[in-house]
C-alpha cells in the first residue's frame, strides 16, 4: 500500500516535477471535470494516477479513507551500514518532488479530493515520517478537516541510525480526522479497542513492529517489492477502530495492497489507487488469496451506545421485572421499588439502614440512583440489581437477553 498512485503514468520516471507542473496539473484538472464519474465499484484496484482516479470518483462515496502519501524524504545521498552495505531506503522516483511548494500543491489536491468523497460520516486516516507529516497536517485543517487524534505508532524493530548522528527514527505519525468540526455519528468502536488491550483503554502511542518475514512482499530478484510495506497488524487496528463490516475503505496510494488485504479478511470492501503496475499486480494476488472472515469471527464488542436501546421499562412489559420489586445497590446498601411506569421510587425507609436522609424520589433508574448516593449522575443500569435466589444481579444483564432476542 502507499505511495505509487502520485504520479501519472504519462509522466516520464525521471521526472515527478514534470508531473505536478502547473501547466500539466491544470489541463489535468480540466479534463478531469468534463469527464465522467465512474460508479463506485468496489473490490478493486483502480490503475493509474491517484488524483485523476479521485476526481472519478462520485461524492460521498466511502466510508473511511487511509492514506499512506508519498514521504518526500529529501534524500541527498545513498545511505549504507556499517559494513558499506547499500541501505534499500526509499529513493523511487513518485517519492521525489521538485519542492516543498510542489509537494504543497500536490497534498492539498489529493486531500481536498479526498475530503469530497468521504460521507459525512467518514473519516480519514493518514500516516507520514517527520518528513512531511506535519506539512499534511496543515493542509487538511486548512481544508476543514478536524483532528479527532494524532496516533504515534512506535516500532519495536526499527532501522538503527547507521551513522550515529541523530536519535533512531523509531517511530511514524497517524492523524484521524473527521471530514468537518461539526460531524457526530463517525464511527469509533472505543468497546472493542479496549477489549484488543486487554480490557485497558486504547492509547494514542502504538508499538507494533515493522512489516518482515514472510508479510514482507518480494519482486521477481527476491528483494522486498516495497520501500515502505506497512504492517496487517496496523492496519488492522485501523479498521477494526473505525468502520464496520460492509463499509467501504479507499486508499488513493495503494502500494502493496495492505489496506486491502486487511479489509477482505476483516468484511469490508475495498478501492485502492495504483500508478506502478508492479505495485498493482503483487496486490490483486496478495488480495485473491486472502478470505474473509465468518460472521461470528467478525463480531467485536460493542459500547451501550452501539447496542440497540433498550428502555427500562421493556423489562416490565415483559414480565422480566414486576412491578413493586424491590432493587439494591451494590452490597444491599440502597433500595428502590419498581413502579407500574418502568419508574423508581425510593423513600427514607427503605434507605434508612445507609444514615441518608434526602427524602423520597421517584424518577427513572438513572435519576434515583444518583439521588439516593448524593451524586451528580449514575448508571443506573449497574448500579441497581434484581434478586435471583439468594444473590443479586445487575439489571444489565437482563437487558442484555432482552437485546440477544432482537438481533
Known amino acids: 500500500m502507499n505511495h505509487g498512485a502520485a504520479m501519472s503514468k504519462t509522466a516520464p520516471p525521471s521526472s515527478l516535477a514534470d508531473a505536478i507542473a502547473p501547466t500539466k496539473r491544470a489541463a489535468q484538472h480540466k479534463k478531469s471535470k468534463t469527464a465522467p464519474r465512474a460508479s463506485v465499484i468496489v473490490d478493486r484496484i483502480m490503475r493509474g494516477d491517484a488524483l485523476d482516479n479521485l476526481r472519478a470518483l462520485p461524492d460521498a462515496c466511502v466510508d473511511l479513507v487511509f492514506a499512506d502519501p508519498p514521504y518526500n524524504l529529501q534524500l541527498r545521498q545513498s545511505l549504507h551500514r556499517?559494513?558499506?552495505?547499500?541501505?534499500?531506503?526509499?529513493?523511487?522516483?513518485?517519492?521525489?518532488?521538485?519542492?516543498?511548494?510542489?509537494?504543497?500543491?500536490?497534498?492539498?489536491?489529493?486531500?481536498?479530493?479526498?475530503?469530497?468523497?468521504?460521507?459525512?460520516?467518514?473519516?480519514?486516516?493518514?500516516?507520514?515520517?517527520?518528513?512531511?507529516?506535519?506539512?499534511?497536517?496543515?493542509?487538511?485543517?486548512?481544508?476543514?478537516?478536524?483532528?479527532?487524534?494524532?496516533?504515534?505508532?512506535?516500532?519495536?524493530?526499527?532501522?538503527?541510525?547507521?551513522?550515529?548522528?541523530?536519535?533512531?527514527?523509531a517511530h511514524e505519525t497517524l492523524i484521524w480526522a473527521a471530514r468537518d468540526a461539526k460531524q457526530t455519528g463517525y464511527t469509533f468502536n472505543y468497546k472493542a479497542m479496549k477489549s484488543l488491550n486487554e480490557d485497558v483503554q486504547m492509547r494514542s502511542d502504538w508499538l507494533l513492529p515493522i512489516c518482515t518475514g514472510n508479510e514482507r512482499l518480494k519482486n521477481a530478484d527476491g528483494q522486498k517489492l516495497h520501500p515502505t510495506?506497512?504492517?496487517?497488524?496496523?492496519?488492522?487496528?485501523?479498521?477494526?477502530?473505525?468502520?464496520?463490516?460492509?463499509?467501504?475503505?479507499?486508499?488513493?496510494?495503494?502500494?502493496?495492497?495492505?489496506?486491502?488485504?486487511?479489509?477482505?479478511?476483516?468484511?469490508?470492501?475495498?478501492?485502492?489507487?495504483?500508478?506502478?503496475?508492479?505495485?498493482?499486480?503483487?496486490?490483486?494476488?496478495?488480495?485473491?488469496?486472502?478470505?474473509?472472515?465468518?460472521?461470528?469471527?467478525?463480531?467485536?464488542?460493542?459500547?451501550a451506545r452501539q447496542q440497540p436501546r433498550v428502555p427500562f421499562g421493556r423489562l416490565v412489559e415483559n414480565g422480566m421485572i414486576r412491578p413493586g420489586t424491590q432493587l439494591f445497590g451494590p452490597a444491599r446498601r440502597y433500595q428502590a421499588r419498581v413502579r407500574a411506569d418502568g419508574s423508581l421510587k425510593a423513600s427514607d425507609s427503605d434507605n434508612s439502614m445507609t444514615g441518608s436522609s434526602t427524602g423520597s424520589m421517584t424518577g427513572s433508574i438513572h435519576q434515583v440512583g444518583a439521588h439516593v448516593q448524593g451524586a451528580q449522575a449514575c448508571n443506573g443500569w449497574t448500579f441497581w440489581h434484581v434478586r435471583d435466589g439468594k444473590k443479586l444481579v445487575p439489571i444489565d444483564e437482563l437487558r442484555t437477553k432482552i437485546r440477544e432476542t432482537q438481533t
Open 82 to 169: 556499517p559494513d558499506q552495505s547499500k541501505v534499500d531506503a526509499v529513493d523511487d522516483h513518485w517519492d521525489q518532488f521538485d519542492s516543498f511548494a510542489a509537494y504543497d500543491r500536490f497534498t492539498r489536491d489529493w486531500l481536498g479530493e479526498a475530503r469530497r468523497v468521504l460521507k459525512p460520516t467518514g473519516t480519514l486516516w493518514v500516516i507520514g515520517s517527520y518528513h512531511n507529516i506535519f506539512r499534511v497536517g496543515t493542509a487538511l485543517q486548512d481544508l476543514g478537516f478536524w483532528i479527532l487524534n494524532d496516533v504515534v505508532w512506535r516500532k519495536s524493530n526499527p532501522m538503527p541510525n547507521f551513522k550515529g548522528t541523530r536519535f533512531t527514527n
Open 229 to 303: 510495506q506497512k504492517p496487517e497488524s496496523l492496519l488492522h487496528r485501523v479498521l477494526l477502530a473505525t468502520t464496520q463490516p460492509g463499509d467501504i475503505v479507499l486508499d488513493p496510494f495503494f502500494g502493496s495492497g495492505t489496506t486491502g488485504a486487511v479489509a477482505k479478511m476483516l468484511g469490508r470492501h475495498y478501492i485502492g489507487i495504483e500508478a506502478e503496475a508492479e505495485y498493482a499486480d503483487a496486490a490483486q494476488a496478495r488480495i485473491d488469496a486472502v478470505e474473509t472472515l465468518d460472521a461470528d469471527a467478525l463480531e467485536v464488542t460493542q459500547s
